[in-house]
């Protein structure tokens, strides 16, 4: 089944500065890549996702890029803020029909004021 | 409109009792998940359901857990003689149809077992 992982387990950044949170997956037939933050104690939230037919995609300060032959996607955050602070999840998915949707551990960031 | 909803927000169990969770999905939504997560983790799929039909049930991890989703909105996730290795968050989550796309996160069940 698919596998995914995630690098770095932490992240700590200066405010203002980028963060990149990179996750690869096992499975070549997947095709569906969302990310998702997760704030203390709170449920957790679609930022962006992305599907195999594209390599890059942008909203406003995060853009989620994807090597579909690396079997690779990265998430990338701009000018970060300290809200931004919070654990993202990656996943993998097959999409379609349906297929389970397989989430990365974590990586909590910390943006410093 | 209202979000997925679960209920209770909290529960202590003692080891060996019984637990139902409840969740509330948008109304609409074909697609239901139920995830476990672990401090520290991410979400861990246990089971998903179309309208009323469960799908999958291959992360359900012991037959002391089993879920219903009978008319096709409200589930119930319940655990039969709770563990300590139960304890976690757990998750439920909705999607407008069919296909793989955004999922609605409630904010989740946290269960305790001593």
């Known amino acids: 089944g698919e596998n995914v992982e995630q690098h770095p387990s932490t992240l700590s950044v200066q405010e203002g500065d980028s963060a990149v949170i990179k996750c690869t997956y096992s499975?070549?037939?997947?095709?569906?890549f969302p990310w998702y933050k997760q704030e203390l104690g709170k449920r957790p939230q679609l930022i962006i996702d992305?599907?195999?037919?594209?390599g890059e995609k942008k909203d406003q300060r995060i853009a989620v890029t994807l090597n579909k032959t690396a079997k690779h996607f990265s998430l990338h955050i701009t000018e970060t803020q300290p809200e931004d602070s919070a654990v993202y999840f990656c996943?993998?998915?097959?999409?379609?029909?349906?297929?389970?949707?397989?989430f990365g551990p974590g990586t909590s960031l910390s943006v410093i004021p | 409109g209202a979000g997925v909803s679960q209920s209770p927000r909290y529960k202590v169990a003692k080891r060996g009792q019984d637990v139902a969770l409840r969740c509330d999905p948008i109304?609409?939504?074909?697609?239901l998940f139920w995830y476990q997560q672990a401090l520290g983790q991410g979400p861990e799929f246990l089971t998903y359901?179309?309208?009323?039909?469960?799908?999958?049930k291959s992360g359900l991890p012991s037959d002391r857990f089993f879920a219903e989703r009978p008319e096709g909105s409200v589930s119930t996730l319940k655990i039969q003689r709770t563990q300590q290795e139960d304890s976690a968050v757990y998750l439920c989550?909705?999607?407008?149809?069919?296909?793989?796309?955004?999922?609605?996160f409630g904010p989740g069940t946290r269960l305790t077992v001593t």
């Open positions: 499975d070549s037939a997947s095709n569906y």
């Open positions: 992305i599907r195999s037919n594209v």
């Open positions: 996943a993998a998915s097959k999409g379609g029909s349906y297929d389970k949707v397989i």
């Open positions: 359901f179309q309208n009323e039909a469960q799908l999958d």
């Open positions: 109304s609409g939504h074909v697609s």
């Open positions: 989550a909705s999607s407008l149809d069919r296909r793989i796309t955004k999922q609605y």
